[in-house]
């Protein structure tokens, strides 16, 4: 079946550091991607999403880029805050095979002053 | 405009006892869903109701757990009995009906502690 794979956390930076955080997929077909984010004490948001492969989703620093031939999502952000810290999760969406949202185990990222 | 609401935010039972969830959707939404988040895991979908019709509930332990969307809005989640395993946030979420991915909003959870 579909799976989600994102690296093992927790991850943490220092203030204005790069920050990856690496997802790969398994699944039939041409799933949709996406990143969440859990805040301390809050929901989970979506972050960013895209929906075909070569797709750069980004928002609020953040962009990740739907790569079908490593069948990859990897986010990214070139200087985070420490307002970033939060649990990142991957997930997909595949229409054409369960119609669920798929998720990865989540990356913990604590970001330093 | 409101997101979705979820109580109680927390809860502390004993094992056998009974408990009850409340989630109220965005308005207008008419999916709405229930997940399981263990500690260290990503969200299972344990129900996803449309309307107040269940679409998928292939993954809800339904000797223990029962859920209902009366009116096609709010929505309990209820677990009886409770064990140890139980442990986790559940989390509400709702969103639009349509073609494809809609995405969805999620609620804060509520942090349940079987002891």
């Known amino acids: 079946g579909d799976s989600v794979t994102q690296m093992e956390g927790p991850v943490t930076l220092s203030e204005e550091a790069f920050l990856t955080i690496n997802c790969t997929y398994t699944a039939t077909g041409y799933p949709s991607l996406f990143w969440y984010v859990q805040y301390p004490g809050e929901g989970l948001q979506l972050l960013l999403k895209?929906?075909?492969a070569d797709d750069k989703g980004s928002n609020k620093g953040f962009e990740a880029t739907y790569r079908k031939e490593t069948t990859s999502f990897h986010l990214e952000k070139g200087s985070v805050q420490v307002s970033d810290s939060a649990v990142y999760f991957c997930?997909?969406?595949?229409?054409?095979?369960?119609?669920?949202?798929?998720w990865g185990l989540g990356t913990s990222l604590a970001v330093n002053p | 405009e409101a997101g979705v609401a979820q109580s109680p935010r927390y809860k502390i039972i004993e094992k056998r006892q009974s408990v009850a969830f409340w989630c109220n959707p965005i308005s207008g939404h008419a999916t709405l869903y229930w997940y399981q988040q263990i500690l260290g895991q990503g969200p299972k979908l344990l129900i996803q109701?449309?309307?107040?019709?269940?679409?998928?509930d292939s993954q809800l332990p339904k000797d223990r757990f029962s859920a209902e969307r009366l009116k096609g809005v709010d929505s309990t989640l209820k677990i009886q009995p409770a064990k140890l395993e139980d442990s986790a946030v559940y989390l509400c979420?709702?969103?639009?009906?349509?073609?494809?991915?809609?995405?969805?909003?999620f609620g804060p959870g509520t942090r349940l502690t079987v002891l």
């Open positions: 109701f449309q309307n107040n019709g269940v679409v998928d």
């Open positions: 997930a997909l969406y595949n229409a054409g095979n369960n119609r669920k949202l798929i």
């Open positions: 895209a929906t075909k």
């Open positions: 979420a709702s969103g639009e009906t349509g073609q494809g991915y809609n995405e969805q909003f």
